[in-house]
């Protein structure tokens, strides 16, 4: 079994070989490991979009707004990751964002992954009949998880969700009024036998 370091070594050198910059090679690297550690077909998949990228025309989006269309050809999933990493934080505001004609969506995927963690926010995808939850680069939740993958989406949905608690402020109320039973009160006592307490300083 191929350890994930061999694995992001391995495809930041390919993707350099194919034609990115060390820098985005960089981060694909990163992406398609976090995809082979959730048990996603990353290798498989970038595998497949490289063979395409050969012989096949790809849009690069730079700049991501609310709606992104393409009117020609599909997006690269990787520059459109890329970008959406880097301009996480000025786009999060706009909470829905839509995209078509993307290539390869679960290698896009792994890159909002990461953009999750970077935010601190759970985010929403959804393309074809796939759903996930990304929650901050720790998990990836769906119920597709071993279906196959397509290599072309024509509309992808992504949701930014406020942080909020699952339970209600009586809920917490209740519960921390259990807790206050371990409080101890602070006394003189105490005071004295604390760590530290009656040492002599003698430089």
């Known amino acids: ?108 995927l792994s890159f909002l992954s990461r953009a999750s963690e970077i935010i601190g926010k759970k985010i929403y995808i959804k393309f074809d009949k796939n759903e996930f939850l990304l929650n901050l680069n720790v998990k990836i939740s769906s119920n597709l998880m071993n279906e196959q993958f397509s290599d072309f989406s024509e509309n992808i949905e992504v949701i930014f969700f406020e942080n909020k608690d699952n339970f209600s402020e009586l809920e917490w109320q209740r519960l921390y009024k259990l807790s206050e039973n371990t409080f101890v009160e602070e006394n003189e006592s105490l005071k004295e036998n604390a760590a530290g307490a009656g040492l002599t300083d003698n430089d």
């Open 1 to 108: 079994m191929k350890s994930l370091s061999e694995i992001e070594t391995t495809v930041k050198r390919a993707s350099r070989a194919i034609g990115f910059s060390w820098g985005i090679s960089e981060e694909v690297g990163k992406s398609i490991r976090l995809l082979e550690l959730f048990g996603l077909p990353g290798i498989k998949n970038l595998n497949q979009y490289y063979k395409d990228k050969e012989n096949k025309k790809f849009e690069n989006l730079n700049l991501i707004s609310e709606n992104n269309f393409s009117s020609s050809a599909p997006f690269c999933p990787i520059i459109l990751g890329v970008s959406f990493l880097d301009q996480i934080k000025n786009i999060e505001s706009l909470n829905k964002i839509k995209f078509n004609k993307v290539a390869y969506p679960i290698i896009f």
